[in-house]
C-alpha cells in the first residue's frame, strides 16, 4: 500500500483523490486548512444575490464516496522530503510515498495604502457575506447609498463580476423603492487593456460587450490608495464606499517558507519538470505550479488528471506519460446570456456560448463531486438568496 498526501483540498487537491479512488493500492490523506472546499467560479455569483450553498460545500460530504480518503482538517507548514514527511501547524507529522502540494493562491495588496481595511474581495464565503451586508446595508440608508461601485483587476474575476453588478445594485435599489438613483460601475485595470490572459480579439468583444452594459471601463491605470470613501487612482480620485479588489493574487506563503525545496519563477510560481515533478515524489499542482494556463480551475483540474495518471504508471512501473501539455479553453461569462469562448486562435462570443458555460460549471463539478452529487449542485447554481429582510418581502 502506498500513501499519497495532498497539501490542499482544492480543484486539484479533490479531483486528484478523485481519480484515485478506484486505485485499491493507494490510501490518500488530503490536508485542507478548512473544512469546505470553495467552487471560486460560482463565488461572483453568489456576491450578486445567487446562492451562496453553491460556492461552498463541505469537503467530507465531496469525499464520502472515496474509500481509502482521509480528510484532515490543518494548516500545511513545512515539508521534509529526506524524511519524507509533511508538517502542520498544529504538530502533526504525517509520512508520505508521495506528496502532491495545491495550495493555491492567496490575496495580495501590493501594499497599498488602506486597500486591506477598506476595500471588499470575493474570494470566500465570508469576503461574500461582508459584501453583500455592505451594498444592502448602505443602499437601506438611502442618503448614503453610492453612486459608484469600483471593481479594481480586469482579470476574468473582474470583468464577471463588472458584468453582474449592476444588475444586481439596480434590483436591491428597486426593492429599497429607492427611485432616480444613480449606478455606476467602475472596472480599474493597471495594464493597457482588460483580459490580459486572453487573445486581444476576445479581450475587445468583453470590452465591447461591458460597454454595452454601460460599465466604465479605465485601462492603464493604478490605484494609489484608498480610504473609506475615496479611491485614489492614476486616472483621479473616485468617490466611493464600494471598491472589490479582485487584481492582486499571489503565490502561496508555503513554497517562500519551504524555499531550499522549490525553484520559483518571476511570478512566484513553482517550477515543475514534464510530469509536474519538483523531485522524484513530489508533485506540484494547480495554482502553485508554473505551467501554461495556471490560474484556472480547469487548468487544475488537468494537473490532478495527469498527476493520477502517473503516479499509477510510476506505481506500476509502467510507461509514464510523456509530458504535462496544457489544454487553453477558457470560458467568460459576461452579464445574463452572454460569454466568450477563446481556445487557442480561435474566439466566439454570444448567447449560444452562455450556455456553454453553464454546461461546463455542470462539468467542473463532477471534477470534484462525481456526476450524482454535482447535479444536485448544478441545477441550484441559478437559484437566488437574499439576507435582508427588505429584499425578501418585495421577491
Ligand atoms: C473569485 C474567483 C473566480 C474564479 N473563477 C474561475 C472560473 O470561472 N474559471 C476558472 O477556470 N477558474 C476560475 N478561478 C480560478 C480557480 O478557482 C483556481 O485556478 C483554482 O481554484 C485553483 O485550484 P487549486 O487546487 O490550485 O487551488 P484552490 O482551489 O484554491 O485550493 C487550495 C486549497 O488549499 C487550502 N490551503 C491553502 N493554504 C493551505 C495550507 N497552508 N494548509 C492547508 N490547506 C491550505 C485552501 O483552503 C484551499 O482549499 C477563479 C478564482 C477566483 C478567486
Redo the contacts with the bound molecule.
Keep these: 500500500m502506498k500513501h499519497v498526501v495532498i ?8 479531483s486528484l483523490a478523485r481519480q484515485l479512488k478506484s486505485q485499491k493500492d493507494i490510501t490518500v490523506t488530503i ?4 473544512s469546505d ?2 467552487y ?2 460560482a ?2 455569483r453568489a456576491a450578486t444575490g445567487l446562492k451562496l450553498g453553491t460556492a461552498r460545500l463541505p469537503l467530507e460530504w465531496m469525499l464520502i464516496d472515496t474509500p481509502r480518503t482521509k480528510l484532515v482538517i ?4 513545512k515539508i521534509d522530503p529526506a524524511h519524507k514527511t509533511i508538517n ?2 498544529s504538530g502533526q507529522k504525517i509520512s508520505y510515498d508521495y506528496a502532491v502540494i ?5 490575496t495580495t495588496y501590493f501594499n497599498i495604502q488602506g486597500l486591506p481595511e477598506n476595500s471588499y474581495g ?2 470566500s464565503p465570508d469576503e461574500i457575506i461582508k459584501l453583500r451586508t455592505h451594498l444592502h446595508d448602505k443602499i437601506s440608508q438611502k442618503s448614503d447609498a453610492d453612486e459608484n461601485y469600483v471593481i479594481v483587476g480586469a482579470g ?2 473582474g470583468a ?1 463580476l463588472a458584468g453582474g453588478l449592476g444588475v444586481y445594485v439596480k434590483l436591491i435599489t428597486k426593492k429599497h423603492k429607492i427611485k432616480k438613483h444613480r449606478v455606476k460601475i467602475w472596472l480599474v485595470e493597471a495594464g493597457p487593456r482588460i483580459l490580459p490572459q486572453l487573445s486581444e480579439e476576445a479581450a475587445r468583444a468583453v470590452h465591447k460587450r461591458l460597454n454595452k452594459l454601460g460599465v466604465n471601463i479605465l485601462v492603464s491605470t493604478t490605484v494609489s490608495k484608498e480610504t473609506v470613501h475615496t479611491l485614489s487612482t492614476s486616472s483621479g480620485i473616485i468617490k466611493t464606499n464600494t471598491v472589490i479588489w ?1 487584481a492582486g ?1 499571489a503565490n ?1 506563503p ?1 513554497f517562500e517558507q519551504n524555499s531550499q525545496y522549490f525553484n520559483l519563477n518571476p511570478k512566484g510560481r513553482v517550477i515543475v519538470n514534464k510530469h509536474l515533478q519538483v523531485q522524484d515524489n513530489i508533485y506540484v ?4 505550479a508554473a505551467t501554461p494556463n ?7 483540474v488537468r494537473h490532478a488528471k495527469f498527476v493520477a495518471d502517473d503516479l499509477v504508471a510510476h506505481l506500476k512501473k509502467k510507461k509514464r506519460p510523456k509530458k504535462y501539455e496544457s489544454s487553453g479553453v ?1 470560458v ?1 461569462p459576461v452579464g445574463k446570456g452572454w460569454a466568450v469562448l477563446q481556445f487557442k486562435n480561435f474566439v466566439i462570443s454570444g448567447r449560444l456560448i452562455s450556455l456553454v458555460r453553464i454546461a461546463a460549471d455542470y462539468i ?1 463539478y463532477s471534477d470534484v463531486l462525481g456526476k450524482l452529487k454535482a447535479f444536485t449542485v448544478w441545477s441550484n447554481t441559478e437559484k437566488s438568496e437574499e439576507d435582508c429582510d427588505t429584499c425578501n418581502k418585495s421577491s
Design positions: 497539501a490542499g483540498g482544492g480543484f486539484a487537491g479533490v490536508i485542507n486548512k478548512s472546499f470553495r471560486y467560479p463565488l461572483y490543518d494548516t500545511v507548514a502542520t501547524l495545491a495550495l493555491g493562491s492567496v470575493i474570494k476574468p474575476t464577471e479582485t493574487t502561496n508555503f499542482i494547480g495554482d502553485n495556471s490560474g484556472l480551475a480547469i487548468t487544475a477558457q467568460i467542473g
